[in-house]
């Protein structure tokens, strides 16, 4: 059964980068639709950046394109989110999440199209 345990989330100054790090157990992450979320308090779960299965195709949030990049470490079994060019509105605990195996969603910045959720990392970006 696959798990999710993020790490790699910190203090940081407005400009400043960060990479987060999801690291899978019990799978091999690439055969799973992998995204980042990200809650803040008071605020919905919003998507912010995808990798389908395979690792071939991405999707960003507009507020973090440019900024963002996920990316994929297979033979660490290991999903990444660096984040560059951080702004305060960044702030939030960040999530990795899977969607089932070789699934294709259909809207892949949605929370309801990812079934297996890690515990989250806080992120916080000082002005």
């Not at 987060?20 to 979320?37: E, K, Q, V």
Request: proline share 5%; hydrophobic share 30%; net charge neutral.
């Amino acid at each position: 059964q696959l798990q999710l345990v993020e790490s790699g989330g910190g203090l940081v100054h407005s400009g400043g980068s960060l990479r987060l790090s999801c690291t899978a157990s019990g799978s091999t992450l690439s055969n799973y639709p992998i995204a980042w979320f990200r809650q803040a308090p008071g605020k919905e779960r919003e998507g912010v950046s995808r990798l389908n299965f395979g690792g071939a195709s991405t999707d960003y949030a507009n507020s973090v394109k440019g900024r963002f990049t996920i990316s994929i470490d297979n033979t660490k079994n290991t999903a990444y989110l660096q984040m560059n060019s951080l702004k305060p509105e960044d702030s939030a605990v960040y999530y990795c999440a899977a969607g089932p195996r070789n699934f294709v969603p259909r809207n892949p910045l949605e929370t309801y199209e990812y079934e297996t959720w890690g515990q989250g990392t806080q992120v916080t970006v000082s002005s």
